[in-house]
Every structure is written in structure tokens, then in C-alpha cells.
């Protein structure tokens, strides 16, 4: 059964977060459409560009509102390269008919490694020499702090927190845990979130963006960590009252912050916060590895292939309502 594709990445976005080899890999299993602009796609023009296409795609920033599936006929499958999906109505797209799927988690690796490199900056003092260096200024020389005697308190034990709390150990660290989930890790503690920001001298965020979980890190948060010591978010910009960030740099409550996620477009960093001398902000890349852009893409080439072979594709989550491709078979077979 031959289906056509429309893959939602810019060119730079193809580039960074989709692969070469992963779009041959596509355009061997459907005929593939490109997006040629680097402007973001809104739903009319996602719309027209998708006319006629089976299956769509979609970077992460791309949306798949209601109106989407109302007016593509032909859409079976709404594919989503990342594993956010809360940009897509999925209860609109169920409606339809229309299957909508999710990729894995193939940056685990890649998050961690950036979380143990911002204790590292942080904890030395690398990217304010740095900056001083830069404009032909003599760095001020303070005393750091080792990690090895140092103590992190990871919020949210998922697979990225369990891979820095490895880590971690491996360096010496003394490692608290705060999740609802019990938590069995050698050599990890597992505590309350109150007892963690007291006792961490690095407090790593990275819990997932709920209801609940909506500025979690908020004013008594920040209060209640130890005085000169470093917040790190590496989740979600939502889980973080920015204000309250800045009003606790400020009143040298904490030492600094490192921060790959914020509330500007696209999860990025805030500039108020990005700007300041104590905070490292890196725009968004966390997961922006060959190794893990490569996972994500190949997890929609394997959905691909499965819906081309009349299968319902790994990472659905909504597999009651594939009216439109179990109509597709009727008509292929």
C-alpha cells in the first residue's frame, strides 16, 4: 500500500532534529513530502500543505488542533516526532478517526550528560570566566565547589533522573530523589520534596509538566533551599515561577541556575533570565544529539512502516480510533 507522507520539519529542522538517514529511510517506505519554508507551520497553512497526504509528520512545535483533522479527509495518522503531545487534541483527532502516536525517549543520555556538565560549570565557575575572558577582563576568582563532597536532589525519578542519579553517584555524590513512585536505585535516597531542597546543593529538576506540577518550583521552593546553593531545569519552562527565580538570584538566596527549558517560544530560555551573569542558558538542546534526534525519527519511520503494512504503529495512544485507516485497508485489500 503506497501512502504519502507530509514531513512538518523547516529545513533546518530536518537537518537538526530528523536526519538524512532517516528521510531515506522514509521516502523508501512512502512518497514523501517536504516543507520548504523556514516559517512555522500554523493550522491553515499545515492544512494546505498536507492536502492529500495520509499521514502527517509533526516536529514538536507543529500543533494538530481540531480544526486539522476536520479538514483533511484523507488524513489516517497524525505522527508526532517527540514525545509531547500536548499540542495535539487527541480526543479532535479520535473524533476523526485518525490515529495519533508519540516517539520514545532517546534522549536519556543526552539530558543527563548536559545536567552533569551544568553542575560542573556551575560548580566552578567556567562560563563566567569565560565571558570575562571574552571582553579582555581578568576573571574574579572565587572558591568552587566538588562535586564529589557535594550533595543533588533530582526531582521527578524517571528515566532521565535515574541516568543522573548513575552518574552522579559515580562521581561521588550523594543523591536524593523526590517522586511519587517508590524508588529502589542503589545508592540513591528517596525523600520528600521539602527535605531534598533543604539538604541539595544542586536541586535538578526534571518532573514532568502537569496540572499539578505547574509552577512547582515557586517562592516557598526556592526559599526552601539551601542558601548558595544551584537550581538546574532541564524538564519544562511551566514547572518554574520565573519571577520567583529571579527574586531569589537576586537576593543571593542562590548561588546560580542553569536552564535549557523556559517560557519562551518553543521551551526556550527566558531572555530576563538567559541575560543574567549567574545563569548558564543553553536553547533548548538538550536532546539535540545525532544519537537522539536519530531515535525519535526512526521511532515515525517504524510507525510508517507499520501503518504500510496495515498495523496499528508502536507509540499510538489512541488505537480504539483508527476508523479512517481501517477504512483504508477495506479499500486497499
Sequence with gaps: MIMRVFLTHTPQMRTNYYGKTALARLRAL???RLYQSEESLDTAALIAQAKGCD???????TAGEAELFEALPDLVAFLRCAMDIRSVDVSAASRAGVLVTRATAGFVDAVAELAIGFMVDLSRGVSRAIASYRVGEAPAIAMGVQLSAATVGIIGFGAIGRRVGTVAGALGMTVLASDPAPITQPGVEQVGMTELLGR????????PATLETENLMNAPAFAAMRKGSFFINLARGELVDEASLVAALDSGHLRGAALDVGRAPDQMPSPLLASRSDVIATPHIGGLTPQAIQHQAFDTVEQVAALVEGRIPPGTVNAGHGARFERLLRMAS
Design 30 to 32: 512512502a512518497e514523501v
Design 55 to 61: 499521514i502527517i509528520i509533526s516536529d514538536r512545535q
Design 200 to 207: 541539595s546543593d544542586f536541586v535538578i529538576c526534571l518532573a
